[in-house]
């Protein structure tokens, strides 16, 4: 009887297919390995690197980065929060991407971010609450003097519904500079866990779970006039990142567009209008779907009132709304020739 030899293979651990994925920061490259059937994301955070994130299944669209070369995909047969346009230009949420070769993703947000704004989970004081129109109203908190928070004016936290395990993310509408007063603008619904918290037991010094910061969205460092373009309280990050302007000496010209659906649903005119006072290369527009009898407001949405003069060379937009709008304004600048890498968005998405 004649014995087959032993491949020495079989009896060894054979090792992982990996592939070199170079992770392009607004500020540095960082190289890492990913084996076969390892999302991108657990990838990096393996070996040691840091990308913003938050669910970690798919949902939130936090960890979205753009393949720019090499082969990069995620699971079919399943809803993302991205657009089929953005899949096609590369956009992948990198928890759930598996890289079939080497690639390069680009990151939209420097890496130093995650090292001068770490994300913590602290409990904050409700400070004050104010309503700023039918369907919005205004949280105002204050961070624990022994706790270490910063944020990139753009970003924003989770917050617990006190009583309930409910939680809700929220946009940072104070400047970065206010790190231990924080103000966010939220929308209030007919139902919803946050909305009844705010309607009917909400009173100043309720403590409030807080996690933070998170996102990457906010000012991408190109030079150039800025389009600001928010629907509904979507204009909360753009007061951040409008306070955040108002320190830089470039006085490239700023254009905010404003739009809510109803009239009575508007917020902050007043505080636009101040704005505008001291700072000379803003200008904003406000606009309405309803029509109005006032003569300084527009009648139609945001994305409507969009022209050509809007887009002028080295423009860079910068979009936050729900998830209707975005996908308009993103397909309308585009077609006004604003090109792709100069529009960045945040979308809300339903709770």
């Not at 297919?17 to 607004?26: I, N, P």
């Not at 009844?196 to 150039?224: K, N, T, W």
């Not at 204009?235 to 009575?264: H, K, N, W, Y």
Request: hydrophobic share 40%; net charge negative.
């Amino acid at each position: 009887m004649t014995i087959a030899p032993i491949d020495p293979l079989l009896d060894a651990d054979v090792a992982p297919v990996t592939h070199c994925v170079r992770l392009k920061f607004a500020d540095t490259i960082k190289e890492i390995q990913v084996p076969e059937g390892v999302s991108v994301l657990d990838a990096a955070a393996a070996a040691g690197t840091r990308m913003v994130h938050q669910c970690g299944i798919g949902t939130c669209g936090t960890c979205v980065g753009r393949v720019s070369t090499g082969a990069v995909s995620m699971p079919e047969g399943r809803v993302y929060p991205l657009r089929r346009d953005e899949i096609a230009a590369g956009m992948r949420l990198l928890c759930q991407a598996h890289a079939h070769g080497d690639a390069e993703v680009e990151l939209d947000y420097p890496a130093a971010m995650l090292d001068d704004n770490p994300v913590v989970l602290t409990a904050v004081k409700l400070t004050g609450l104010n309503w700023l129109a039918d369907t919005v109203a205004e949280l105002k908190v204050a961070v624990p003097k022994s706790v270490s928070f910063s944020f990139r004016a753009g970003q924003y936290v989770r917050l617990r519904v006190p009583g309930t395990d409910e939680w809700r993310s929220y946009s940072m509408a104070s400047g970065e500079r206010s790190k231990r007063r924080l103000a966010f603008t939220i929308r209030v619904l007919p139902q919803g866990a946050m909305s009844e918290y705010l309607r009917e037991r909400a009173a100043v010094g309720d403590e409030i779970a807080m996690e933070g910061p998170l996102g990457s969205f906010g000012l991408s460092g190109q030079s150039g006039p800025i389009l600001l373009l928010a629907g509904g309280t979507g204009l909360a990050p753009m007061l951040s990142i409008l306070e955040s302007l108002q320190t830089v000496r470039d006085r490239a010209p700023i254009r905010l567009v404003f739009g809510c659906a109803r009239g009575r649903d508007l917020f902050h005119l007043d505080e636009l209008e101040g704005r505008r006072s001291f700072m000379p290369n803003l200008s904003v527009r406000v606009t309405v779907d309803e029509p109005l009898e006032r003569t300084d407001l527009l009648c139609g949405n945001p994305v409507d009132t969009l022209t050509a003069d809007d887009i002028t060379p080295g423009t860079s937009a910068y979009l936050c709304g729900p998830p209707a709008m975005l996908d308009a304004a993103h397909a309308r600048l585009q077609e006004l020739g604003l090109p792709r890498e100069r529009i960045h968005s945040e979308q809300f998405l339903p709770s």
